[in-house]
């Protein structure tokens, strides 16, 4: 399934911004949605300011207990850190342990059952646990009842997700983050990337979703999230756009976001960049909600994120701000603006060259 020309590439995103699937390529992979799918959502937003992350993080979900507590029910809590990267500096861009800690020690209170700790590694050359061993989690375990597993162990299911020239291919999608039986929490800093602008809660589940198959020997085919970016014929930012929306609609999403702006991440992120001191920490079971918001606190232009506009349009969330409820203080009064990627132009080039910015 090929489709070449520029005239056809602007009808099939332009479908896709409105929730449509004309073109055989979409229809194939873009199936009905509609905002019944996916359950009301509670669209507010809890928002703690200071310096103390465990704490914060604590404060912040205080306000969602009831909520919570709720949509728990009797399923199996997991907490998806994002630690993808192992070596010790990057501890600076991972889910710090106190980041962590303020969520075990909410959990604590009102979960009285084990909660699962998840990672997967996003490097064929090792194994979860060399993140774990870095970042300190391991200590985890003599503090909760917590158990770590490495996300590239667990079982996959085959789905269809876009490659470059509107190609569907499969993917393996790691079933622990797409199961209803689990309650799934994204813990992840508020960071710039070098793909899609920026990297919020929901980046953090479904960009973690494909497997990495650390283990194999063959070298062609051991890092599947590599898949997420379209391959050979991708443009930059594009396919990843609609393969993280893709994916959000399979199920692989956030019960639960925990956005940590205490230190934030800018200029060359995810993976690079500096930190900044943002003093904020962003709470809600509506992750669209939540990641929305974060966007207007980092001063970026939430229009350009069109993965996250896809997912309030198919109805896994409110990302209309105006509709959005803030707890805590007022949210204008710390905004930073964050120093984007070096290739943000490039990245956000397909929106404008397919008239998509407003839509």
């Not at 306000?63 to 850190?81: E, F, N, T």
Request: with cysteine; net charge positive; aromatic share 8%.
């Amino acid at each position: 399934m090929r489709i070449d020309t520029s005239s056809n590439r602007r009808a099939f995103f332009g479908k896709i911004a409105r929730g449509t699937a004309g073109l055989a390529a979409g229809s194939v992979l873009l199936p009905h949605t509609s905002s019944a799918l996916f359950g009301r959502k509670n669209s507010t937003v809890s928002l703690v300011t200071g310096t103390d992350r465990r704490e914060a993080a604590y404060k912040a979900l205080e306000p969602l207990k009831d909520d919570i507590v709720r949509d728990i029910g009797d399923r199996q809590v997991v907490i998806k850190a994002n630690a993808g990267v192992g070596y010790p500096k990057a501890i600076t861009y991972s889910t710090d342990i106190e980041h962590l800690r303020g969520i075990l020690d909410f959990l604590k209170e009102v979960y009285g059952r084990k909660v699962i700790i998840a990672e997967g590694i996003a490097s064929p050359a090792h194994s979860v646990t060399v993140s774990y061993e870095n970042y300190g989690y391991y200590t985890l375990k003599k503090e909760y009842d917590v158990e770590l597993i490495d996300l590239n162990d667990q079982p996959t299911t085959e789905q269809w997700i876009m490659e470059g020239v509107h190609r569907p291919r499969p993917v393996n999608i790691i079933t622990t983050l797409m199961d209803p039986a689990n309650y799934v929490i994204s813990a992840t800093r508020l960071k710039t990337h070098n793909a899609v602008l920026l990297t919020l809660s929901l980046k953090n589940v479904a960009m973690g979703s494909p497997v990495c198959h650390y283990k194999s020997k063959d070298k062609q085919n051991r890092n599947e999230k590599s898949f997420m970016h379209g391959g050979k014929g991708q443009v930059l930012g594009r396919e990843l756009s609609y393969n993280l929306f893709r994916v959000a609609e399979m199920g692989a999403r956030p019960d639960l976001a925990v956005l940590d702006g205490v230190t934030g991440i800018e200029g060359n992120g995810p993976w690079g960049g500096e930190p900044v001191d943002h003093g904020v920490m962003l709470a809600s079971t509506d992750f669209v909600a939540c990641d929305r918001l974060a966007i207007e606190m980092m001063g970026a232009d939430h229009k350009e994120i069109k993965y996250l506009q896809w997912c309030g349009r198919a109805g896994m969330g409110e990302y209309d701000l105006s509709k959005i409820k803030v707890l805590g203080p007022d949210w204008r009064k710390h905004i930073v603006k964050y120093r984007l990627n070096k290739t943000a132009d490039e990245q956000r080039a397909w929106i404008y060259e397919n008239g998509l910015y407003d839509g």
